[in-house]
């Protein structure tokens, strides 16, 4: 459980919209995770193609019309039956990624999934006081979906 705004809300899984997508290169690590399933999903957000061929996605409040469309980040929802499961892939996608050097944050994020279904799941994010490094640097996928770079 994690508490947000003075209540309580379930952690139900991890959301990824880069290389650990179905086709992405580090795909293979996320099976070995033990993930009870995986389906299709989106998140809020802006996505960026950094120089060095990595996604970066920051968050923002979710638009008025529902996923897909502008304003949306297309990734897929990894559900764990087991919270030690959860954690034990978190602590180890921590550090591929680099949380604690800072390169990224992982942060909890609504993720509404195919079919209308609403969850929340940990999402790795790039904060909005990195936006004006990406806008210079980074190219913009108003589409929201990193697949072409898998």
Known sequence: ???QGGGVIGVDGLFVYGSLRE???NHAWLLRTHPEGITRAWVAGRLFHLPFGEPALVPRPEPQDPPPGPGWTLGEFVGYEDDA?????LADLDGLLGVEEDRCARELLP???EGGHRYHAWVHVFHVERLPRLEKEAVELLDGDWGPYL
């Open 85 to 89: 499961d959860l954690e034990a892939a």
């Open 1 to 3: 459980m994690f508490l």
């Open 23 to 25: 086709g992405g290169s």
């Open 111 to 113: 993720v509404v999934l």
